[in-house]
């Protein structure tokens, strides 16, 4: 497997990413939001309430910079493998977004009242575009673990 698929497979079966935004003073903040991702074009889609911070933030800034860590952590020192990406982040206005709504509820079925709630309620569907993404992977490439792969 290359690293193109395993950086995929790995995106793909993990369940919860820290997402960096910036607040209006320019510190940044991190929050955890569930995800759904897809790949060539390669986004990645999460639900919030339009008043959480995050949510403010993409709104001034759209510039984003995440992780994803999707393995048992048991000490230091054992062998790791992890996602970081970057892109940009833009809040969905909920028409036309149905299909992506549709797969975020699938995946997270507690999600169905919130996400039909839409556009009226108090949550929006954003999306990040991803520019790069960081595998770092010691099971796979013990030597050089940091494999940066440009997003699709």
């Not at 955890?32 to 897809?38: F, I, K, Q």
């Not at 996602?83 to 709504?101: M, Q």
């Not at 108090?122 to 013990?142: C, G, H, M, P, Q």
């Amino acid at each position: 497997m290359n690293e193109r698929e395993l950086l995929e497979q790995y995106v793909a079966s993990g369940k919860l990413m820290q997402l960096s935004t910036v607040d209006e003073d320019r510190t940044p903040r991190m929050c955890s939001v569930w995800y759904l991702a897809a790949f060539r074009p390669d986004r990645l889609w999460f639900l919030s309430r339009r008043d959480r911070e995050h949510s403010r933030n993409i709104r001034r800034n759209a510039l984003v910079a995440g992780a994803i860590v999707d393995i048992p952590l048991h000490e230091l020192g054992q062998t790791a493998r992890g996602v970081s990406f970057s892109g940009r982040a833009e809040e969905l206005r909920g028409e036309g977004i149905e299909d992506w709504a549709r797969a975020f509820g699938v995946r997270w079925p507690n999600a169905a009242p919130v996400l039909e709630a839409m556009p009226e309620g108090a949550s929006r569907l954003y999306e990040i575009a991803v520019t790069e993404w960081v595998l770092f992977d010691e099971e796979n490439y013990r030597d050089d673990p940091r494999r940066v792969i440009p997003g699709r």
